[in-house]
């Protein structure tokens, strides 16, 4: 079993000055920061800008194959009027009152295929592992692939994000990608074998984006896993027109620490393959998370200090570019298992 405790400590060389944040003011007391986080929220949300009002899910299944002791069901459900999202679910054949977590796929076009079983990289399958753990999974397609009937495999070149932006000028696709999550959290919960009060989530890159969102604005998830996303704005393309856009860098007032205090007092593991990684993998990219991801935790801390959680915000950082080595695997579900755990409820959520 890992050392979570040791996921919280930052390096001996961590360097508190090496990156200047905006200021994030959290507390002293936790009723103090309780009405600074509401400000903050709305200040992001402002920022994120509103789409459509919710509508019935009216879920549907498609298909559903079997692998042995677990089940993939292929479902699509309504997030926007007449506008549906696909999304597989996976879980053990056998279980009742499971802990469940929606799993955001990368940027591939395999899209929810490949943390439901196809990746090259098994290390990266999610959906599978979890589910062969005692997990339900909902693995949903991101808009940037297909978006009310508009299906792009070269999704780079934006014609789903074009549209969702004419659809919805007010909106930004991060704004998009926030709704679709907390959409699919509510079909999640919806799921007869799947006990609402253990709800996480888990990504790798473009995935790992929307968790650090779908933690700080969705209470319903207990614990997450953000692999390789690139925390801070400046680490990655977080001004593409399918995220922010390039209005981020006019508010100097809002970066990522903001997000991760937001998440407090729920559990959240930041992955970082680092920045300039001493040795990758063949095939990999650098990583997007890197030292100075420290800078981000440590300004968030405080706030879970405050409800006396300071141990469910964590970082590991592999530095062996941009994907989740073997050896390290069994953090995340070490992760999984003491916040949400696949039995019986954990202490640390009875608790909480």
């Given at each position: 079993m890992t050392n979570l405790d040791r996921l919280t400590m930052p390096p001996s060389d961590y360097d508190p000055n090496a990156i200047q944040l905006p200021p994030l003011q959290i507390g002293p007391s936790l009723a103090q920061w309780e009405q600074q986080r509401q400000v903050l929220r709305g200040r992001w949300l402002e920022f994120l800008g509103h789409g459509p009002e919710q509508v019935p899910l009216e879920p549907q299944i498609l298909s559903e194959q079997h692998f042995?002791?677990?089940?993939?069901?292929?479902?699509?459900?309504?997030?926007?009027?007449?506008?549906?999202?696909?999304?597989?679910?996976?879980?053990?054949t056998d279980g009742e009152c499971l802990p469940a977590v929606l799993v955001l796929h990368p940027t591939t076009s395999q899209t929810i295929e490949s943390p439901a079983g196809t990746d090259t990289?098994?290390?990266?399958?999610?959906?599978?592992?979890?589910?062969r753990r005692g997990y339900v999974t909902v693995t949903p397609r991101n808009y940037l692939w297909q978006y009310r009937g508009v299906a792009d495999e070269r999704w780079h070149e934006s014609q789903t994000t074009r549209l969702l932006l004419e659809t919805w000028p007010q909106w930004t696709g991060m704004g998009k990608m926030l709704w679709d999550c907390i959409r699919a959290t509510d079909y999640m919960a919806t799921l007869e074998n799947v006990d609402p009060r253990r709800?996480?989530?888990?990504?790798?890159?473009?995935?790992?984006?929307?968790?650090?969102?779908?933690?700080?604005?969705?209470?319903?998830?207990?614990?997450?896993?953000?692999?390789?996303?690139g925390v801070g704005i400046s680490f990655s393309n977080w001004d593409a027109p399918w995220y922010l856009g390039?209005?981020?860098?006019?508010?100097?007032?809002?970066?990522?620490?903001?997000?991760?205090?937001?998440?407090?007092?729920?559990?959240?593991?930041?992955?970082?393959?680092?920045?300039?990684?001493?040795r990758r993998a063949e095939g990999t990219s650098p990583g997007a998370d890197g030292p100075l991801t420290w800078n981000y935790l440590e300004a968030a801390r405080p706030a879970y200090a405050l409800y006396g959680t300071s141990n469910a915000l964590g970082y590991l950082l592999h530095d062996e570019g941009h994907y989740l080595p073997p050896q390290h695997e069994h953090v995340v579900y070490d992760w999984f298992e003491?916040?949400?755990?696949?039995?019986?409820p954990t202490a640390w959520h009875r608790e909480t």
């Open positions: 042995g002791d677990v089940s993939r069901t292929l479902v699509s459900y309504q997030v926007e009027d007449g506008c549906r999202v696909e999304a597989y679910v996976m879980q053990p990289r098994p290390s990266l399958r999610f959906s599978v592992n979890l589910a709800l996480g989530c888990a990504g790798h890159s473009l995935g790992a984006k929307e968790v650090l969102y779908a933690m700080a604005f969705d209470p319903r998830l207990r614990a997450g896993l953000s692999c390789e996303g390039k209005r981020i860098h006019t508010r100097p007032d809002l970066d990522h620490h903001q997000l991760l205090a937001l998440a407090a007092s729920r559990a959240l593991l930041i992955i970082g393959g680092g920045a300039e990684p001493g003491h916040f949400l755990g696949a039995g019986e």
